[in-house]
């Protein structure tokens, strides 16, 4: 039992051995829950992507417990950590994040499928995720038909499609200008006011901002962190 | 910039009665700068004085005086707007100097200095972005403008810790600040 979505514990990771090991994190320990988003804020280098590929289980540390919803990823076979990355964890990337030959609607629910959830039930779920992000309008879109920012909300209604509740975002609003990325802040801000978990990693503060909670990390290590935000009640109180 | 600029482009709307103009500001500036009454008052007075605004002649029940702007107002008023703010009119930078000082005071820890500050600017600015998503995108435009642009100044805060963060890493030891300290407090400064 956990009420964590997300939780790393002393997390380290070498790269490479002997003379040449290089520790690209050390001893990172970090929790999110359900409604909270989590950024990371770190320049190029810090240890920010090697952190969200453990947290997605895209890779593996050398030391220390990734958990996802309560799963060791360390005691899950190949089987049963593919099933958790696919259907627990959603993620969003700077781009390329949507296949060009499919519609919105088909790259929403293209994982379901892949679940093994029938195509009908798969799209309808599809439909319900573009609504929750506000796109249910560019359904039938193909990729090159949408601009950057409704690419990317799109990713977002992917990310979090069905049963999906963690969501992991890499710089996810890479390109676009200040004002759409804005909107895609505001999107995955919403997501997480709803009940999903989010871990964003970035290196612009104004991005950040959108967490409950910041951490920020250098040479592997966090150096300071926030701490969770107060109320928003308390907050205007103080106005 | 002073209150008088404020007042003057109110007016420019329309003749307005003091509290009027009290309200009218601090809605246009989502409250980030609470103006007084006696401030507006005594600003008001001041105008009258210069000639840039009178009175319509019109009152409340209260005897409070409705005013209007006069053509020298309006002339002010544009030529404010006309010219752009620099940066002498902006009082001096608190933190630059901070940073500067702890760089070269012995027993400082400049990197230490940055991070906290850092931590509290970003602090700031998650509060901003709290207020924002409260915000209505149509009827509170200009409290949205002014957020952004203390948003904005903040996360150019935020990259100047982190630029000086990353030379404050490379530079190389320093030496003992001056000859006459004592070697017990050279040793706090590395």
């Known amino acids: ?239 | 910039m002073s209150i008088k600029y404020g007042l003057l482009a109110l007016l420019e709307r329309a003749p307005m009665y003091g509290y009027q103009l009290r309200a009218e500001f601090e809605r246009s500036t989502g409250a980030t700068w609470p103006l007084n009454i006696g401030q507006v008052y005594t600003t008001l007075s001041r105008l009258h004085r210069d000639g840039l605004v009178e009175e319509t002649g019109e009152s409340d029940e209260q005897g409070k005086v409705v005013y209007r702007l006069t053509d020298s107002g309006h002339a002010e008023l544009t030529g404010w707007f006309a010219t752009p703010v620099t940066s002498d009119d902006r009082p001096r930078d608190e933190l630059a100097i901070k940073v500067a000082l702890a760089v070269t005071t012995p027993g400082v820890d400049a990197r230490a200095v940055v991070q906290a500050q850092r931590t509290a600017t970003v602090r700031h600015l998650q509060e901003l972005t709290r207020l924002k998503t409260r915000a209505d995108e149509d009827a509170d435009l200009a409290w949205l403008l002014v957020l952004d642009s203390m948003i904005f100044r903040a996360e150019a805060e935020v990259r100047w810790l982190d630029h000086s963060e990353t030379r404050l890493a490379r530079r190389p030891p320093r030496p003992a600040a001056t000859p006459a300290v004592e070697s017990d407090e050279q040793e706090v400064v590395q």
């Open chain 1, 1 to 239: 039992m956990t009420e964590y979505a997300l939780e790393l514990r002393d997390v380290t990771r070498v790269h490479g051995s002997g003379e040449t090991a290089v520790n690209a994190l050390h001893g990172v320990s970090l929790r999110v829950r359900a409604g909270q988003l989590v950024a990371v804020m770190g320049p190029s280098g810090s240890g920010k992507s090697t952190l969200l590929h453990l947290a997605g289980g895209l890779d593996t540390p050398t030391e220390g417990v990734v958990e996802v919803e309560g799963n060791r990823l360390d005691e899950q076979n190949r089987a049963g950590l593919a099933a958790l990355r696919r259907r627990g964890i959603g993620y969003v990337f700077q781009d390329l994040n949507l296949i060009p030959a499919l519609t919105a609607v088909e790259n929403v629910a293209l994982p379901r499928e892949l679940d093994g959830v029938r195509v009908r039930v798969a799209r309808a779920e599809a439909m319900t995720a573009l609504e929750d992000v506000g796109v249910a309008n560019l359904a039938e879109r193909f990729p090159d038909e949408m601009s950057g920012g409704q690419q990317q909300r799109v990713a977002i209604a992917r990310a979090l499609v069905g049963p999906r509740r963690l969501l992991l975002a890499d710089e996810p609003t890479g390109a676009l200008d200040s004002h759409t990325g804005e909107a895609v802040l505001r999107t995955i801000r919403a997501r997480c006011d709803a009940g999903a978990a989010g871990l964003l990693v970035t290196h612009e503060a104004r991005h950040a901002a959108w967490a409950d909670e910041i951490v920020f990390l250098r040479d592997g290590r966090i150096v300071d962190e926030t701490g969770a935000m107060p109320a928003a009640d308390s907050l205007l109180g103080a106005q």
